[in-house]
């Protein structure tokens, strides 16, 4: 991480003051696949969401960008590293730079990197097209639906407003001195303002692009407007950089034909991959997603021991 700029050095700074909000030590599981180990901390309530995969399905895609991909991993919406893990499981020495607005979910996850001795660092903001406070929606202290977005839920699913900082891609990247390799959006209906963070990155860089993009639900619901809405330009802005979008399927495999924002039953995971290299991509990611035997070792009180 370049250390020169003042950036960089208040990003650094905020990220150990989110770390500093869980204890030292806690006991640790250790997850094994194919020969990679992950180690998961039991901290600030959280870990036990670890003792098994969330999404494989999203799998074999990742595995194919980080194999088609140098440069960082960057992770917008991290929220407990669900991401993260998946990707030290494959990876473990990729550089990883996540963004998490809520601060008990970016504590853990700098804990789950310094419990693997990751080089990567979590920066407690969200990311948009502009640098400045916003109100993030939250149903609790942690909330894997939290919204930057107002009217992407109805607004009895929220309990509190808070402020948080918002930071702009291109920018913070630049800071941090990271080429783009794979980006990945999970950001509750705020994936367009992302996209338009990153444009210029995205521009040089040309990524590999995870990005969750919610499916309307109810045509007739108070909110399947704004999702329309918002999912089609999401698209339109990939288009035009050249990109082309596949669906993720939830049993593994590509969808060609599935497009963001569509009705039920849509897929909700997308890969973007650049035109001229897109279907040679899509061939190699397996129809199935890959069989993931974790074994949980003992418990103890330091990673590695």
């Not at 440069?71 to 990729?94: C, H, N, S």
């Not at 097209?129 to 916003?134: A, E, H, L, Q, T």
């Not at 993720?248 to 034909?257: K, M, N, Q, R, W």
Request: hydrophobic share 45%; aromatic share 6%; glycine share 12%.
């Amino acid at each position: 991480m370049a250390s020169g700029g003042p950036m960089a050095r208040l990003l650094a700074r905020a990220a150990f003051a989110a770390a500093a909000r869980l204890p030292r030590q806690q006991p640790t599981a250790v997850l094994e696949h194919g020969g990679a180990r992950v180690a998961i901390p039991f901290a600030g309530g959280r870990g036990a969401e670890h003792r098994t995969i969330t999404e494989p399905h999203l799998i074999g895609a990742l595995r194919r960008a980080l194999e088609t991909r140098r440069g960082a991993f960057v992770d917008v919406g991290a929220y407990t590293g669900q991401t993260l893990v998946k990707m030290l499981l494959i990876e473990p020495t990729r550089r990883y730079v996540g963004f998490e607005p809520q601060l008990a979910a970016a504590a853990y996850v700098a804990r789950l990197l310094e419990a693997n001795r990751a080089c990567g660092v979590i920066v407690p903001a969200a990311l948009g097209d502009r640098n400045g406070p916003v109100g993030l929606l939250v149903a609790g202290e942690f909330d894997d639906g939290a919204s930057a977005l107002e009217g992407f839920r109805p607004s009895v699913h929220y309990a509190a407003r808070r402020t948080v900082a918002m930071l702009r891609g291109d920018e913070v990247l630049a800071s941090l001195g990271s080429k783009l390799g794979v980006l990945k959006i999970d950001a509750e209906g705020a994936e367009l303002d992302v996209l338009r963070g990153f444009a210029e990155t995205i521009s040089r860089d040309r990524p590999v692009i995870f990005c969750e993009v919610l499916p309307i639900g109810d045509p007739g619901s108070e909110v399947a407007g704004l999702r329309r809405q918002r999912a089609h330009r999401v698209e339109e802005i990939l288009a035009q950089a050249g990109y082309r979008t596949f669906g993720i399927a939830d049993g593994g495999g590509l969808l060609p034909e599935a497009r963001p924002g569509a009705a039920p039953p849509a897929p909700r995971d997308f890969v973007c991959v650049p035109a001229a290299e897109a279907e040679r991509f899509a061939a190699a990611v397996p129809r199935l997603p890959p069989r993931i035997e974790i074994r949980q070792a003992s418990l103890g009180l330091d990673c590695w021991g």
